[in-house]
């Protein structure tokens, strides 16, 4: 792979393309913003991780502006902007194209599917630490990790070529055959953690508390139930261990979904306790907390 286009120039997106730049890929930054753009195209991303700091040139362009065929799509957008910008690159369909997303929620490898055929989507987790803390700067220091498979078994040998891809850059990449439990559980540990934080505004340390960890780990429950009723196989201990180490942890930690809350912007709620809500409805599992804590964070989301 050598050609990869990345949807979403946020923090997650700009730190991959520096280190795919950085490593020999030719990368081209998609987002929707003209002025950002022109800025990434004219000043590179300036990358400051555990190596120390750099200038990274890269290419950044509006999607309809860029031109295929390439090897690898992939999705860093906000989760109900996957829609939108999966159409976005259309035009990039091709036989060999792939298409990646590492998003947080459920329902991103489906949108991406309703444009690229089933067996060339990709799907997958990161907990890569990642802060823009510039339209041209992002800050990565410690370890992350990416798991990724296929959203169709078909699509085995495009998800390890993927992982290559990824290693290659210097990302600590493995492949996972059975990435759609990985998938649910990072949703676990999200619904948990992240719309607590929005109804609350606390910090991460402020659920530290044992009404905050009766409603965590609640949380972290109904959705490993309703994993469980759809056939997955999900860990609940090392769910609960996840929650456990980032409340003793990352104490000072401002989850996302509250970032967007106070920045007025709407939350990705309804990929993350929505979706389960809707999920377990369909099968029959009963989530209170889940859905209650959803319904909590809908109040205020922006019309």
């Not at 590179?44 to 860029?66: F, M, N, Q, S």
């Not at 040998?157 to 990985?182: F, S």
Request: glycine share 10%.
């Amino acid at each position: 792979m050598r050609e990869v286009v990345i949807v979403g120039a946020g923090a997650m997106g700009c730190l991959f393309a520096a280190k795919l730049a950085e490593s020999g890929v030719s990368v081209t930054l998609v987002d929707v913003d003209r002025a950002r753009l022109e800025s990434l195209a004219r000043d590179g991303i300036t990358l400051a991780d555990d190596d120390g700091e750099r200038r990274i040139p890269i290419k950044a362009k509006l999607a309809a502006d860029v031109a295929g065929p390439v090897d690898l799509v992939l999705l860093f957008t906000k989760s109900m902007h996957s829609g939108s910008a999966i159409a976005s690159v259309a035009h990039l369909v091709q036989a060999s194209a792939l298409a990646l997303t590492l998003q947080n929620g459920i329902g991103n490898a489906e949108a991406i599917a309703e444009v690229f055929p089933a067996e060339q989507v990709l799907m997958g987790v990161t907990d890569m630490p990642a802060d823009l803390e510039a339209p041209t700067r992002v800050s990565s220091h410690g370890h992350g990790t990416v798991r990724l498979g296929s959203y169709r078994p078909p699509g085995d040998d495009g998800a390890k070529a993927a992982v290559a891809l990824l290693r290659g850059a210097g990302i600590d990449a493995h492949h996972d055959a059975a990435i759609e439990g990985g998938v649910w559980e990072k949703v676990a540990f999200n619904a948990a953690l992240n719309s607590i934080a929005t109804v609350t505004g606390l910090t991460v340390g402020g659920m530290d508390t044992p009404a905050g960890r009766r409603v965590a780990f609640a949380i972290a429950r109904e959705v490993a139930a309703t994993a469980a009723a759809k056939g997955l196989s999900i860990d609940i201990a090392r769910i609960e261990g996840k929650i456990d180490f980032a409340l003793k942890h990352h104490r000072q930690h401002k989850a996302s979904m509250l970032q967007d809350r106070l920045a007025g912007r709407r939350t990705e709620i309804e990929a993350i306790n929505g979706a389960v809500a809707r999920e377990a409805e369909r099968l029959g599992v009963e989530v209170p907390v889940t859905a209650t804590l959803a319904d909590l964070v809908r109040l205020n989301e922006p019309v």
